[in-house]
């Protein structure tokens, strides 16, 4: 076991600990079977090609080994992480000595240290007063009242605004880029709201934090809440203050009386639309404003509301041109140098994140290197079976956490706090120390070449995933990053609840990722010398996607075809050659099974998000693929199609009762519908020929084929009803099920060579 900071007893206590996961061993041991496995299907499909042009299904056959070369390197590449999978366990009880001297005496009767340690632990008591606490900035990003409601945002910043961190180091920033009055005065209620709820929050340790979320979790009084009058008064004012805001959002135009209220409202007389308006920047709540304090006489934290500039002729650079915007205007206001990314929708769920990730930061060894602390995207819609496998836990809980065994955790975009410079441009060096109280000192002692390298833009332009290749780019400059996935999720957002919602959103995230592999970030060459191999192989597992598609398309077109017409592609069921194939077979879902269940999924739910992962490598990484490349010809342009966050009440009853939603005839349905048919006439064409023609040695070669079709029939049971058998409004159209067959048919005609 590593200890993660200065475990050596003349310097101070750790604050956090790094732990590997347990069996790492014996995985790498499973893992080398499985590669032989592999190794042995390649051997057979090498020296098994069909000899000559009299024999059919030799071109088949070499798409076969092609598919088959690159799923296998695929899978080399996915064992980077799953050979080190590690965690991280913060001390936050050792920073709360900033707490004051009592609690020392306390916390060192139950320290199992020695003497000596007494005087380090009283050096490190000073050395971490209140006062050197460092200002956290946080930046949440929104962009469109009609898709990300008002109240959603509002809940967000509320939330943040009523972390346990003293209040004067925390300020708030909400971007708006739909410039939107709407969003505006939702914040303005806010600003009123969070006077009654921060106090509110912290007198009773309310969790989470969230009004929204709080009140859903508890509709009644809670036995334990001492004053009921307070919980009711809580609750009321925020009932009153959502109904206020999303009428107002409903008729779309602000009321004469509220706009007299806030001077802010001001902004809006001269024409602003979404894509042309001057900058607004209104700072609702100034922190240091000694009359600016809750009901209570308690000190707030800051909140400001931006809306940059935005010209029909600039490109705006969507969120990283959002998250650069706030990163200057926040520079000019508070300039803490911590920084929080959120997405409007990811509530803070646990107060006291941000005393854990000083536990990172604030570590005496290591805290140093440390540039940026990604925590886990999870989402507080998820069903019980999670129908679109949006939960991730896999990802969650194995993959991120074997790259963060790197120290070269991915930048997600959202729930993740940087240190300001090094998300500026700074390159770490071996004398770097973290300054926190900037304010004294800011920009006094700092060289030029340190202010033109500060003040160089964030977050990298140019992609739709601007915040894997900016984190990439942190760590080239010599950073670490690390991953915390703690057992109280630190922030929930919400999960897309209709398919093409979340085949979208795996598009863009496809696509911008494929983009960073084309470009001059690749990782093996960008990163090259910079960052551990393990870990270049790690950012490919998702830079990669976009291509997996093309293998995938292979296995689950040509094998139903070639059994149509009794062309086998794999060996005999007797044949020792089939047991490579049985063996990775297994031993990949027995293995993809354990993992799901140990992350805590149902079993139904691993079988969805095995359905889902057909869909998307066949839909929407598909055309992820194909876009990159007319992009690469210079035929598109980059675009971020934002994540709808509501729904009607139909839609939002089916996700409930996990009835998949498709209810529209996009490109990517007509392609899964397709590959739905083709297989089930391959399944059927192929057994039907093999009785009637009493073919049966036949059979015994085609058996992993049907296998294979049995497989992907099962999977699309769903798909087949809303193709056929459903009537609601989230079944696929008539002329899906029209396009579909058609195109299936006719690709049963393509001559196999
Ligand atoms: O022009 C834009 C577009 C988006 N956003 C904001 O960016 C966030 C993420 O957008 P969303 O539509 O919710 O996309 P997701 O797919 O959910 O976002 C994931 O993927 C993005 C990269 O593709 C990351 O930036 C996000 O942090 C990550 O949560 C939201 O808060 C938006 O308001 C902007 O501020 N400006
Ligand atoms: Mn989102």
Not at 118 to 137: H, I, M, N, W
Not at 299 to 316: C, G, I, N, S
Not at 324 to 346: F, H, K, T, W, Y
Not at 597 to 605: E, H, I, R, Y
């Amino acid at each position: 076991m590593d200890k993660g900071g200065g475990g050596h007893g003349e310097e101070a206590l750790p604050l956090f600990e790094t732990k590997e996961a347990r069996f790492r061993g014996a995985y790498k041991l499973f893992a080398s079977t499985v590669f032989v496995g592999i190794c042995f299907i390649w051997v057979y499909r090498v020296t098994h090609i069909p000899a000559g042009a009299e024999e059919q299904g030799r071109w088949a056959w070499i798409g076969m080994l092609m598919a088959e070369l690159w799923f296998g390197l695929y899978w080399i590449l996915t064992q980077s992480v799953r050979v080190n999978v590690t965690y991280r366990y913060p001390f936050k009880d050792r920073l709360s000595y900033i707490r004051g001297k009592k609690k020392l005496g306390l916390e060192i009767g139950n320290s199992r240290h020695f003497l000596p340690k007494f005087y380090t632990l009283f050096a490190y008591v000073f050395s971490r007063s209140e006062e050197k606490l460092p200002g956290v900035d946080i930046f949440v990003c929104t962009a469109d009242p009609k898709m990300e409601p008002p109240t959603l945002v509002i809940n967000t910043v509320l939330s943040a605004m009523s972390y346990n961190y003293p209040p004067e180091k925390l300020s708030v920033y909400l971007s708006d880029d739909g410039g939107s009055e709407l969003t505006f005065y939702a914040l303005v209620e806010a600003t009123r709201f969070c006077k009654h709820w921060i106090p509110f929050c912290k007198k009773f340790s309310v969790e989470p934090r969230s009004p929204a979320a709080y009140f859903a979790q508890h509709s009644n009084l809670p036995d334990d809440i001492p004053s009921p009058q307070d919980w009711l008064a809580n609750k009321r004012l925020y009932e009153e203050m959502e109904k206020r805001i999303d009428s107002t959002v409903e008729k779309g135009m602000i009321p004469k009386e509220v706009r007299d209220q806030h001077k802010g409202f001001s902004e809006w007389i001269s024409k602003v639309t979404k894509q042309d308006h001057q900058s607004i920047v209104q700072i609702m709540i100034d922190g240091r404003d000694k009359n600016a304090v809750d009901v209570d006489g308690g000190p707030l934290p800051t909140l400001v509301y931006v809306a940059r500039e935005k010209r029909p002729q600039w490109p705006h650079n969507f969120k990283a041109g959002a998250v650069n915007a706030l990163i200057r205007v926040s520079s000019e206001i508070s300039d803490g140098p911590l920084i929080l990314n959120l997405d409007c929708d990811m509530y803070a769920n646990n107060a006291d994140t941000v005393q854990e990730i000083l536990c990172f930061f604030m570590d005496e060894r290591k805290g140093n290197q440390i540039a940026f602390v990604q925590f886990p995207q999870n989402y507080d819609n998820i069903t019980k079976n999670d129908i679109y496998g949006a939960s991730c836990s896999v990802v969650n809980k194995i993959e991120l956490a074997g790259i963060g065994g790197y120290d070269a955790a991915l930048y997600c975009g959202t729930g993740c706090f940087h240190r300001r410079e090094s998300l500026c441009g700074k390159v770490y060096s071996e004398d770097y120390k973290g300054k926190w109280d900037r304010d004294s000192e800011k920009n006094s002692d700092r060289t030029v070449n340190e202010l033109e390298a500060a003040s160089k833009i964030g977050l990298i332009y140019g992609c739709p995933v601007e915040d894997i290749v900016t984190g990439l780019a942190i760590q080239c400059r010599g950073w670490k990053s690390l991953y915390y996935n703690p057992d109280r999720k630190a922030f929930l957002g919400v999960a897309p609840t209709t398919l093409d919602v979340s085949l979208v959103q795996h598009k863009r995230w496809s696509e911008g990722m494929f983009q960073i592999f084309f470009s001059k970030y690749c990782p093996f060459l960008y990163g090259h010398g910079k960052i551990k191999f393990g870990s270049q192989m790690a950012y490919c597992i998702y830079l990669l996607w976009a291509p997996i598609s093309l293998p995938t398309l292979y296995y689950a077109i040509v094998p139903p075809l070639c059994l149509l017409r009794r062309i086998p592609l794999f060996p005999e069921v007797t044949s020792l050659w089939f047991l490579p194939f049985a063996y990775v077979f297994l031993a990949r879902n027995t293995c993809s099974i354990g993992e799901s269940l140990g992350c805590g999924d149902t079993l139904k739910a691993w079988w969805n998000s095995q359905r889902i992962w057909v869909i998307r490598r066949t839909t929407s990484y598909f055309f992820a693929f194909i876009d990159t490349m007319t992009r690469k010809l210079g035929l598109s342009q980059v675009a971020f199609a934002i994540t709808d966050k509501v729904v009607t009440e139909d839609v939002a009853r089916r996700y409930e009762e996990e009835v998949i939603e498709f209810g529209s005839s996009t490109i990517m349905f007509t392609l899964m519908a397709t590959l739905a048919m083709l297989n089930l006439f391959g399944l059927t064409g192929g057994i039907k020929k093999t009785v009637l023609d009493l073919e049966f040695q036949a059979v015994s070669r085609l058996i992993v084929q049907v296998f294979l079709a049995v497989l992907l029939v099962t999977i699309n049971i769903p798909v087949y009803q809303a193709l056929f058998f459903r009537n609601d409004k989230g079944r696929l159209p008539s002329s899906v099920v029209f396009k579909s067959i058609l195109l299936a048919s006719l690709v049963c005609l393509i001559p196999i060579i």
